[in-house]
């Protein structure tokens, strides 16, 4: 039998090749053009390569036990504690193999939660055996922060001794500040108040792990991999720095945290984002003089990356990131039901998440091979380009003092909006696709449905004593959903949504590209595209102009036509009432011509679309 795929008869069978003679068909192909064309890259500046070699020396990064199973969690996030439970108890019986309890004002919240009450812990875990190995994570708020200990006084009631109950408490003190843009307290303060009610918990019996580096804190505001990475690293090593503090030794304080990463549809960056934080973890444990044991990850599929245009898509999405997440190595992973961003998700919402997660795994059995991206190529000069970036913001964080320091000072925050602030340029390109947002939209999609459920009411929060910039969680689909939430207000208020006539000149050979292009472009927006017959007679424009009811019209065909009649068609649309009068495709040498016909704005691929529609509800006179 061979052993590689050297040794394959099959390959034998086939010339030799190298990549150099691979290098020499891809410059034939770019006619000149440079060879960095084909070199993509990261938000933090990593090159991706178009092709790699095999990394035949790569070691395994360790991470779960071999062969074993993610945790399957599942949200409980309803507002009634008694309908959590039921939610709870069906997930549990369907496949989930452990429940994340979501706090009301917990950062992962999302407008939902439970209320911070030891009644509704209690209510919500009614009927659930705590101890018969179903994983339990808490995310928690300030509002309850006192949740470990009604966790604690809930087991003692049922008389269940704390060490035979696998929980996560998610304490997360510089997380919460972070998204809050402040602290009750300085970091000393906050910092012996933390590591003494770890010492108290695990005094009870917990084993833990108890406090939470939160990378969503990152990923949710618009962040990159290596300042996810880096902000991570430099939480944990507070929270490492406090529990030794509080009288914990290293090696017994190190399991006593664990990290929680983002997982979202970029496949490659998600896996080498879950293995470069072990081998950074590993270097950290290394430095405290430790021998380095695999961190425990949680992933929860990425907020930012859920539309509430097309959330079926968001399933798709969330396949991809369980995918990487679980190839990477993550220790448990909770999917976002794809309704999320519109709602409280109904039963069908969470049904699909839980099965997302049982598929790949029992159908696909994703977690029987450890760490199948080692050795590739790409995902190796990922994993090992995402280390040394994110190593290098962890020691920037370091030198300010570490991470409560850092973002006391605005050291974290701009970084973090620099990125955004990129991502919201090729987001408004549709250089990063939306598929449903940005791109390929349908005005007539069903809105899926979603639980009605009034949130908790939260009391005030005190003024924070320590206050700094937030890092909020945005949506990366917002901007274009505000445009469509105009429609669906114009059609609900005035009948109509805002249209545009798409002018299409010659036959459908000529047009047909272009008036695809330009109606999926301006319905991203929810300007519905009135498709004209296709004509060059400028009347017979006019007339169907009139026709559709529209106030903008586009100008759609080949660069042939439009050489010959779309000077004519412009001046007529423009003489009807036109308020503004677009052109598909870019001009060329005819600019000049066209914009004195009347034309005042050219829509291509690589164009500011956003920007552009913004500007046409101007010109409608819409808001």
């Known amino acids: 039998m061979p052993t590689t795929t050297d040794d394959l008869v099959l390959a034998a069978e086939f010339p030799a090749a190298s990549r150099d003679d691979w290098r020499k068909l891809v410059d034939g192909v770019l006619k000149g053009a440079p060879f960095e064309k084909l070199v993509g890259k990261t938000y933090d500046g990593l090159q991706i390569e178009p092709i ?12 779960r036990a071999p062969g074993a199973p993610w945790q399957i969690m599942q949200r409980v996030d309803h507002p009634d504690a008694a309908a959590a439970n039921a939610q709870a108890l069906i997930d549990l ?11 009301a ?75 809050r843009g402040g602290s009750p307290g300085p970091w000393t303060s906050t910092a012996k108040v933390f590591g003494d009610k770890i010492a108290t918990l695990a005094k009870s019996g917990f084993h833990g792990p108890f406090a939470a580096a939160d990378g969503r804190v990152i990923h949710d505001a ?32 190190r399991g006593m945290i664990y990290a929680r990463l983002a997982a979202d549809a970029d496949q490659f960056l998600t896996m080498a984002k879950f293995r470069a934080l072990r081998l950074l973890w590993a270097r950290v444990e290394q430095s405290c003089g430790l021998t380095p044991k695999p961190l425990f990850i949680a992933a929860d599929t990425a907020w930012r990356m859920l539309t509430q245009r097309d959330p079926d898509v968001n399933m798709l999405r969330a396949t991809v990131a369980v995918f990487s997440a679980g190839l990477g190595g993550a220790n448990s992973i909770n999917v976002l039901p794809h309704t999320l961003a519109l709602g409280l998700p109904d039963p069908f919402a969470r049904r699909v998440a839980r099965n997302t997660q049982l598929v790949l795994l029992e ?38 003092g570490g991470a409560f320091a850092a973002l006391e000072k605005n050291i974290i925050q701009p970084k973090v909006a620099a990125v955004r602030a990129a991502r919201d340029v090729n987001i408004g390109r549709r250089k990063d696709v939306l598929t449903g947002a940005s791109e390929f ?3 007539h999609e069903r809105v899926p449905a979603v639980l009605e459920a009034r949130p908790v009411a939260l009391p005030p929060a005190e003024a924070p004593a320590v206050s700094f910039p937030p890092l909020s969680a945005i949506r990366l689909a917002a901007a274009f959903e505000a445009l469509r939430d105009a429609s669906d207000n114009a059609l609900r208020t005035k009948g109509a949504r805002p249209r545009v006539f798409l002018a299409n000149l010659g036959t459908a050979a000529d047009f047909t590209a272009r008036a695809t292009f330009a109606k999926s472009f301006f319905e991203t927006g929810g300007i519905e595209a009135i498709n004209g017959d296709g004509s060059t007679d400028p009347a017979a424009l006019v007339a169907a102009f009139k026709a559709s009811g529209a106030t903008l019209a586009c100008l759609c065909s080949s660069d042939k036509v439009y050489a010959t009649a779309a000077v004519a068609a412009a001046q007529a649309l423009h003489a009807a009432g036109a308020h503004h009068i677009y052109l598909a495709g870019r001009p060329g040498e005819m600019e000049a011509g066209l914009r004195a016909a009347g034309v005042g704005d050219f829509i291509a691929a690589g164009g500011d679309a956003l920007a552009t529609l913004k500007a046409a509800y101007a010109k409608m006179g819409a808001a």
Request: aromatic share 4%; charged share 20%.
């Open 93 to 103: 019986e369907n496949g989930a193999t452990g429940l994340t309890l979501v706090f």
């Open 105 to 179: 004002g917990a950062n992962g919240a999302r407008g939902h939660g439970l209320p911070p009450t030891a009644e509704a812990l209690a209510r919500a875990l009614d009927g659930i055996y705590l101890d018969a190995g179903i994983a339990i994570e808490l995310e928690i708020g300030l509002q309850s922060r006192d949740m470990g200990q009604h966790v604690a006084e809930l087991l003692a009631a049922r008389n269940i001794k704390p060490a035979d109950v696998q929980i996560r408490f998610g304490l997360d003190p510089i997380g919460g500040g972070a998204v």
């Open 52 to 63: 790699y070699q095999r990394a035949r020396h790569a070691a395994v990064v360790p991470a």
């Open 441 to 443: 939209p349908n005005l």
């Open 363 to 400: 159908e696909s059995n994703l977690a029987k091979v450890s760490d199948p991206a080692a050795g590739s190529g790409g995902i190796e000069a990922l994993t090992q380009q995402l280390c040394e970036a994110a190593w290098t913001e962890f020691q920037q964080i370091e030198r300010a």
């Open 222 to 253: 618009g962040g990159s991999e290596a300042l996810e990475l880096g902000y991570v690293l430099a939480v944990a090593t507070a929270y490492l720095r406090a529990l030794e503090a509080a009288g914990i030794p290293l090696d017994d304080a």
